[in-house]
């Protein structure tokens, strides 16, 4: 096993600790499901064409996630039957368990949503900032993550990254 995938095992390892650890009794089945290996299962829902979305799903992939990719033309139709605000809107939206997940979102904010699992719909981060996943460039201000209220609307600062 060479350094880089020994890394990956590791880290790997260490989230799905963590998960099992914050998440309690009964809770992963809530919020997350488990896909193969007992990996968080994600559904990622992109463009047929869009390339940034792809690099996000390999990142995903390797940090351990179970990702379900579904090309759509559709966007718009699946943004709002997740009920994914205009203003965090971004390319591509995620299902993780019964939360979405809009846009580029770093997985640590992924992570403390299934830790902590609020009574919200979900989180995103509008837009393609560059540097976050799945996205070219350098990082030049912070991820600001928000919460999407149980109402669809934009919420409070999830997390800042």
Known sequence: MN???GGILIVTVMFIGAFALFSGSGSQAKNAS???EGAVKVVLHKSPTCGCCKVYGSYLKRLGYDVEVHDTNDLAGVKSKLGVPGEL??????EVGEYAVEGHVPEE???KLLAEQPEIKGIGMAGMPSGSPGMPGQKTE????YEITAEGTQGDVFVTL
């Open 142 to 145: 912070s991820f600001v993550v």
């Open 3 to 5: 350094k880089y995938a």
């Open 109 to 111: 904010a992924i992570e």
């Open 89 to 94: 809107e971004s390319c591509h939206t995620m």
């Open 34 to 36: 488990l896909g193969a």
